[in-house]
């Protein structure tokens, strides 16, 4: 099994994978692979079993993408729960796909929640674990984490997701302060992580979870307060709902409104950018990097 390392801060000539570091001084990609029936994006859907996997893998690395983030449950508000086992029978074929076919080109990270999910998927060759409840829905999370010792990604959320549009209220010694709370509730988090001897922290916002619209896009204009943590930023964002029920379009419309939400994302700080059109986000980090020389 590979392993990976992040690197933020010291420039390294571009991503290195296997027993070295990622560098994350300039900004990266995340491509999304749903092995899921019912992600909110139809056509991030991808079947197990799939001869497309190994196509739309070799697309994403061909058009930039440092990562694949492969997930077998929808996150989605009100999506269906899935059992532990058909989980990890949905993302294990992917996985060992990628792991053998790509190994060498793309770091894998696996988006779950369980822990037995993360451990069997680090088994099989996943190299990063993205966790979108931050440990508050295993509480072997964290403990399964410091074993394997791979990079975590550490997202801001609460509830489940049949339960997270109804825990959206932030108060801070009375007064509402989204941005406060939630990096606040991250601080915690990351300090626990690191009692246990985790070295590898990327923090996430959580834009859409336990966050209303007007709540998200308050989030991203504040988004640079998060650099506080002195951890690497993932933004995830890509045609979610608040760019398309804001601009009263469809998911399939949205992929102009995430390229301006990712660019500002990239002016406030973002590391990472997850999403499902990997070409576009690739060119405006290279815009970005333009504007900033």
Request: glycine share 6%.
């Amino acid at each position: 099994m590979t392993s990976i390392s992040i690197n933020h801060k010291q420039h390294l000539n571009g991503p290195v994978i296997g027993q070295k570091l990622i560098d994350l001084s300039k900004p990266v990609v995340m491509g999304i692979l749903n092995i899921t029936p019912d992600s909110f994006f139809s056509e991030s859907r991808y079947s197990p079993n799939s001869n497309q996997i190994a196509e739309q893998v070799g697309k994403m690395i061909a058009d930039g993408a440092v990562f694949i983030d492969i997930g077998g449950y929808s996150t989605r508000p009100d999506a269906d729960d899935v059992s532990v086992s058909e989980e990890i029978d949905r993302v294990s074929p992917v996985i060992e796909v990628i792991a053998m076919g790509f190994g060498d080109k793309v770091a894998i990270s696996i988006d779950t929640f369980r822990s037995k999910v993360a451990r069997e998927a680090v088994k099989l060759g996943a190299t990063i674990i993205n966790d979108i409840a931050g440990g508050n829905l295993d509480e072997e999370m964290f403990q399964t984490v410091a074993e394997l010792q791979v990079p975590y990604i550490l997202m801001h959320s609460r509830g489940n997701p049949q339960t997270m549009n109804n825990l959206n209220d932030y108060q801070t010694g009375g007064v509402p302060h989204l941005t406060l709370t939630v990096i606040t509730e991250l601080q915690e988090k990351v300090a626990q992580l690191r009692a246990l001897a985790v070295k590898d922290i990327i923090i996430d916002p959580g834009f859409g979870f336990a966050k209303n619209a007007k709540q998200c896009f308050e989030m991203m204009r504040n988004l640079e307060a998060f650099k506080v943590m002195d951890l690497p930023i993932l933004v995830g964002i890509s045609r979610k709902s608040l760019i398309w029920r804001t601009l009263k379009i469809t998911a399939h419309e949205a992929l102009n409104g995430t390229t301006a939400l990712n660019m500002y994302s990239l002016m406030q700080g973002a590391k990472i950018l997850r999403v499902h059109d990997v070409k576009e986000a690739v060119e405006t980090i290279r815009l970005f990097e333009e504007l900033k020389d």
